[in-house]
């Protein structure tokens, strides 16, 4: 499927360096999300955006820096994470927020390994 | 209380058996509840919304007890494929309209 698609799949990262995750919804959606998926623990969500403006930021730590250019793509801004930040990183987009809650669509997932 | 609480199994169930999840929610004032499909390193596929009335979809059936506070799913004649994990989804019925994530249930069927 290509609905929302995730690049990389796979990050292997030092604690001093800086990346980049980045999202591209193919869904004409207008609402995209940051989750967070760590072992034995539920999705975290990170960041929510409405029509391009940020509309959630569920108190994660500056070491993440959203940015959202247009509603089709969402990038994820890595610096100096520390190895509790090792997890799944999910993507997802919806027709928008507000209103009833809309089904959500994934995408696969950037793997991150902090070391 | 955990705002969503599941029971994360695994449950292991053979090959044509019915298998029930419940879903807890701590929140009376939630409105909108999802059970989500998880296969192993995938992501998150809604499987269907549940509605006040219950819902069914082939084999797959959920129902919500607003007095008790719990959603259930009911897998009729288990398949292989039906093995995932599967994720129960509330919103948090707050103005910042969020949904709250269960921890899952891992299924396990079995030939």
């Known amino acids: 499927e290509t609905g929302v698609t995730q690049t990389p799949r796979h990050l292997v990262m030092g604690m001093t360096n800086k990346k980049s995750l980045k999202c591209e919804q193919h869904l004409g959606h207008n609402a995209m999300y940051w989750y967070k998926q760590s072992a034995k623990k539920p999705l975290e969500l990170m960041f929510v955006?409405?029509?391009?403006?940020?509309?959630e930021n569920n108190s994660v730590p500056s070491r993440f820096s959203p940015e959202c250019p247009n509603s089709s793509h969402l990038f994820l801004h890595l610096h100096t994470l520390q190895p509790e930040d090792s997890a799944l990183y999910l993507c997802?987009?919806?027709?928008?927020?507000?209103?009833?809650?809309?089904?959500?669509?994934f995408g696969p997932g950037t793997r991150l390994l902090v070391l | 209380r955990k705002e969503v609480e599941q029971d994360p199994g695994p449950f292991n169930v053979p090959e044509g058996a019915t298998v029930a999840f419940n879903c807890t929610y701590s929140n009376s004032a939630s409105q909108s509840f999802f059970w989500y499909r998880q296969d192993c390193r995938k992501e998150p596929k809604l499987l269907m919304s549940v509605y006040s009335s219950g819902n069914e979809d082939g084999r797959f059936t959920a129902q919500l007890n607003r007095a008790s506070q719990y959603i259930s799913l009911l897998i009729r004649d288990s398949k292989l494929s039906d093995s995932a994990t599967y994720l129960c989804v509330v919103d948090n019925a707050g103005n910042n309209r969020k949904l709250i994530w269960g921890l899952g249930t891992s299924l396990a069927v079995n030939p």
């Open positions: 997802a987009s919806s027709q928008r927020t507000g209103g009833s809650y809309e089904t959500q669509y």
């Open positions: 955006y409405n029509f391009k403006e940020q509309t």
